[in-house]
């Protein structure tokens, strides 16, 4: 009840293209669910995250598609571009704690 | 603005050794935190302290302790390492507790292996 799925393990997209990446989740309770960003060598940063009351958050050229009735989530990013390369972990959490649950991560590759 | 400072980058250690992973942190954050990335694992919890002077156990504490030295440092010590506390291993901190506007802030990681 406390995973989140992730999928794909790996993408490769044509610059200019989508890429979409989708999460699941099983515990209705979660109410955070933030997207981090993961170049290679460094650690995770956050991308965008969005609270279950709304169903979609967009910042730029990242937006997060929430459907709550299928505890589905989802990333997508629009005119790919080659320095979107990296991996991208989903991760759920309940507002107001510490415990953040990450989904296994996704490796984006754009090509030139 | 350093952020969220990771000491070692790299560390080799045999069976049986010990070690202490060090974070320091200059945001004046209140809750730290240490992950391992493993491949097709995700990133998973083994303490955080929520603030200075406290600490509790993520999904994965077993075989490792940690300490809370002041508001900016909070350091991981693994005792007796195995193999399979190979990993990556990320400090964290955020300002508050989850949610929107208070976001995780990661170092840039130890990778360790245990030979």
């Known amino acids: ?112 | 603005n350093a952020g969220v400072t990771q000491t070692p980058k790299f560390q080799v250690l045999k069976t049986g050794q010990s070690m202490t992973l060090q974070c320091a942190q200059d945001m004046n954050h209140n809750s730290m935190y240490w992950y391992r990335q493993d491949p097709g694992m995700g990133l998973r919890l083994i303490y955080y302290s929520a603030s200075e002077g406290t600490t509790d156990k993520g999904e994965v504490p077993n075989g490792y302790n940690v300490s809370r030295l002041n508001k900016r440092e909070f350091s991981l010590r693994l005792e007796s390492a195995a193999p399979s506390q190979t990993s990556v291993y990320f400090c964290a901190s955020s300002e508050e507790a989850s949610g929107i506007g208070s976001p995780l802030h990661f170092g840039n990681g130890t990778r360790l292996t245990v030979t």
């Open chain 1, 1 to 112: 009840q406390q995973q989140v799925k992730q999928s794909p393990q790996s993408l490769i997209v044509q610059k200019g293209g989508i890429s979409i990446i989708n999460c699941a989740y099983e515990n209705t309770a979660f109410d955070y669910f933030p997207w981090y960003q993961q170049f290679p060598g460094k650690g995770p940063a956050l991308l965008i995250a969005i609270r279950p009351d709304v169903s979609e958050k967009k910042e730029g050229r990242f937006t997060i598609s929430f459907n709550k009735s299928a505890k589905q989530f989802s990333l997508h990013i629009m005119d790919s571009q080659p320095g979107d390369s990296a991996t991208y972990f989903c991760a759920a959490s309940y507002r107001g704690t510490y415990k953040y649950i990450f989904g296994t991560g996704t490796r984006l590759k754009v090509l030139a």
